[in-house]
Every structure is written in structure tokens, then in C-alpha cells.
């Protein structure tokens, strides 16, 4: 039972390079997320994708695309990271039905820019 | 603008004392409020949620008192035990809006032996 796997579980990047973040799920849910977990902050939207073929912006989108490739997989790309996008970035996914809103997480990817 | 708002930022209790958290939320529109627990390294999971047609849940050692008119929810864990140490988050979401969570700051709970 993989659940929601993320890679890679750790990055180091240099300011203004750029790198993609990848999540799979496999429970065959709707619906995909990306928080990013800062101390004192809790976890932050930052985009999702409630279907196959749809994005949104959530609340601090400013910096990062994201791709729903297709149902399993929804990706992050940073295209030139800043020291400020140092964080703990992690990959949700939910079934998106109106009594069941579980949201199931990743292990994370821890990120850090220098 | 936070619209989750969550107390204490961290907490120590004794092994078989009573830990409480309390979130306090601004949109009378969110319809589902659940506890996600995580331990270091991990994500969250899921904890125990509540609708605010009732004013309390419990699972187990778990329980969440809600009150509506002030908007604001609390877990209780009884009986707290070493291996509860972990972070707690409260959210607040609404259903059928894509289940977008918005999560409180967290708190750090050390249950001592």
C-alpha cells in the first residue's frame, strides 16, 4: 500500500536553479495537492488539482507551476528557486466526495536553497 | 490573515494527564473541521474530524468539543501517553469546495514519562 509517494525526499538547490517536484498516488482519488509546512505557519495551499486536466492556485502560489499529468501524478516545478522556497513541500491527495473529505499525505521533500 | 487560529504553540504533559489544543476559526462557511497528527519526518494522518451538526466527537482517548456559536473547536486527548508526542494541526474546510484545508500554525505536543 504506497499511498501518496513523493520524490525526491530531500534537495539542496542553488538561488535561480529550478527543479521539479514529483507525486504519485495510487488509491485512484480525484483530487491533488500541494502544501508547503513552514515552522509556526502549519501547512500552506499551494496549488491542487481537483480532476484530471484542472489546476487552481491555492493560497501562496507565487513562485512554483504545477502539471497533472494524469491521474496518478501531479508535479511541482520551482523554475528558479529562492531561498524563500525553503520549506517542507508536501503532495495530498483526497477522493473529493461531499462526506468524505480525508485528505491522504506524502512523507515530504525536504528543500532547501542556498 | 489567518483564518484558523491555533493555541498553545506548544504543549508538555505528563504521561496520564490531559492534553487540550484549541483552534478557533472566521468563516461560518467551512463544514468540516479534522485533526491531523504527524511525527516527525512524516506527513500528517488524519486524526479525528467533526461536522457542526454535532458538538462533540470521540475515538478512543480522542474527542472534539465544537462550538458553533463561537467558532471554535478543541481536541481533548485523555489519558495522554508517551507515544502521542507528535504535532497537531486543526483545519477547516468546505465540503464540495475541493477539500482546500486550511490548517492552523500547529501545536508540539511532549507527553513526559
Known amino acids: 500500500n504506497a499511498g501518496v509517494t513523493q520524490t525526491p525526499k530531500f534537495q539542496v538547490l542553488k538561488t535561480g536553479q529550478s527543479m521539479t517536484l514529483q507525486c504519485a498516488q495510487d488509491?485512484?482519488?480525484?483530487?491533488m495537492y500541494w502544501y508547503r509546512q513552514d515552522p509556526g505557519m502549519g501547512l500552506r495551499l499551494i496549488y491542487y488539482?481537483?480532476?484530471?486536466?484542472?489546476?487552481d492556485k491555492g493560497e501562496v502560489p507565487n513562485g512554483y507551476n504545477v502539471s497533472r499529468l494524469n491521474k496518478r501524478e501531479f508535479s511541482l516545478r520551482l523554475e528558479s528557486a529562492a531561498p524563500s522556497q525553503t520549506s517542507v513541500y508536501f503532495c495530498?491527495?483526497?477522493?473529493?466526495?461531499?462526506?468524505?473529505?480525508?485528505?491522504?499525505f506524502g512523507q515530504g521533500t525536504r528543500l532547501t536553497v542556498v | 490573515q489567518q483564518q484558523v487560529k491555533q493555541s498553545p504553540q506548544s504543549l508538555i504533559v505528563q504521561k496520564g494527564g490531559i492534553s487540550i489544543i484549541n483552534c478557533a476559526y472566521e468563516?461560518?462557511?467551512?463544514?468540516?473541521f479534522p485533526w491531523y497528527q504527524q511525527f516527525p519526518g512524516k506527513g500528517p494522518a488524519l486524526l479525528i474530524a467533526?461536522?457542526?451538526?454535532?458538538s462533540e466527537k470521540k475515538e478512543g482517548r480522542f474527542t472534539i468539543s465544537f462550538n458553533k456559536s463561537a467558532k471554535q473547536f478543541s481536541l481533548h486527548i485523555m489519558d495522554s501517553q508517551p507515544g502521542d508526542s507528535a504535532t497537531y494541526f486543526c483545519?477547516?474546510?468546505?465540503?464540495?469546495?475541493?477539500?482546500?484545508?486550511?490548517f492552523g500554525a500547529g501545536t508540539r505536543l511532549a507527553v513526559h514519562p
Open positions: 495530498a491527495s483526497s477522493v473529493q466526495q461531499q462526506m468524505n473529505t480525508e485528505a491522504f
Open positions: 488509491m485512484n482519488h480525484n483530487s
Open positions: 488539482s481537483a480532476s484530471e486536466g484542472t489546476t
Open positions: 468563516n461560518t462557511a467551512f463544514d468540516y
Open positions: 467533526i461536522r457542526p451538526d454535532v
Open positions: 483545519a477547516a474546510t468546505i465540503s464540495g469546495g475541493y477539500n482546500k484545508l486550511i
